[in-house]
């Protein structure tokens, strides 16, 4: 069974902190996107990682992707409250065309 | 409308309604996905149309029923439901399904359905 595990499974902070979430797998991905759902809505796309090592920030938000593509991680930089929600990884294994989704690392960021 | 807009956003059956979601994608997508998503589990992929031809059916219990007319509109037609379906009902769309550009999807904010 090709699965992507996200960890921490929770977290709280305080506004103002850093904090890395991960995603990992035993499989390849060809691409894995990050996605941010608020509660009652649907997920957004963050960003959308593809060479094996590649880096990309989006304003106080860095993602990386392993260099075996297998993993990514998700650095957030002082966080706020407006980035509490819950943060989806997803992506297609290498060879097949589903494209899967982990459990989500649900933070919540305190004022 | 832009996006992905889904309707009803909230819906509340009995066991022995027949309802329907419908969901409408404006981004020129080919490909229109249906998820479940229930308390603390994983987004579970449901159906899967690409240029309106079902690519995927993941086990899906017969009383959900997809109907995709068009590239742009997707509906979830619902009958004799489980109070264990009450959960966040979300469509999706991509450029095209079964390749690469599958894996970016846009989603709409869903319906939550109550089954009562």
């Known amino acids: 069974t090709q699965l992507l595990e996200q960890s921490p499974q929770f977290l709280s902070i305080q506004e103002g902190e850093n904090l890395t979430v991960y995603c990992n797998s035993s499989?390849?991905?060809?691409?894995l996107q990050w996605y941010r759902q608020e509660p009652g809505e649907g997920p957004v796309l963050l960003v959308t990682?593809?060479?094996?090592?590649e880096v990309k920030k989006l304003k106080r938000l860095t993602f990386q992707f392993g260099d075996a593509r297998k993993d990514s991680s998700l650095h957030i930089t002082a966080a706020q409250p407006g980035d509490t929600g819950l943060y989806l990884c997803?992506?297609?294994?290498?060879?097949?065309?589903?494209?899967?989704f982990g459990a989500g690392t649900r933070l919540f960021v305190k004022a | 409308e832009t996006g992905v807009t889904q309707t009803p956003r909230h819906l509340v059956m009995g066991m022995t309604n027949k309802k329907s979601l419908k969901c409408e994608q404006h981004?020129?997508?080919?490909?229109m996905y249906w998820y479940k998503q229930s308390a603390k589990k994983p987004l579970e992929l449901m159906f899967v149309?690409?240029?309106?031809?079902?690519?995927e059916n993941n086990s899906v219990p017969s009383r959900f029923s997809p109907e995709c007319p068009n590239s742009s509109h997707l509906f979830l037609h619902l009958h004799t439901l489980q109070p264990e379906d009450s959960a966040l009902y979300l469509c999706?769309?991509?450029?095209?399904?079964?390749?690469?550009?599958?894996?970016?999807?846009?989603f709409g904010p869903g319906t939550r359905l109550t089954v009562l």
């Open positions: 999706a769309s991509s450029q095209v399904a079964g390749v690469l550009g599958d894996n970016e999807q846009f």
């Open positions: 499989s390849v991905f060809s691409s």
């Open positions: 990682v593809v060479t094996g090592g």
């Open positions: 997803a992506g297609a294994p290498t060879g097949g065309f589903k494209t899967i």
């Open positions: 981004l020129g997508h080919n490909a």
């Open positions: 149309y690409n240029f309106k031809e079902q690519t």
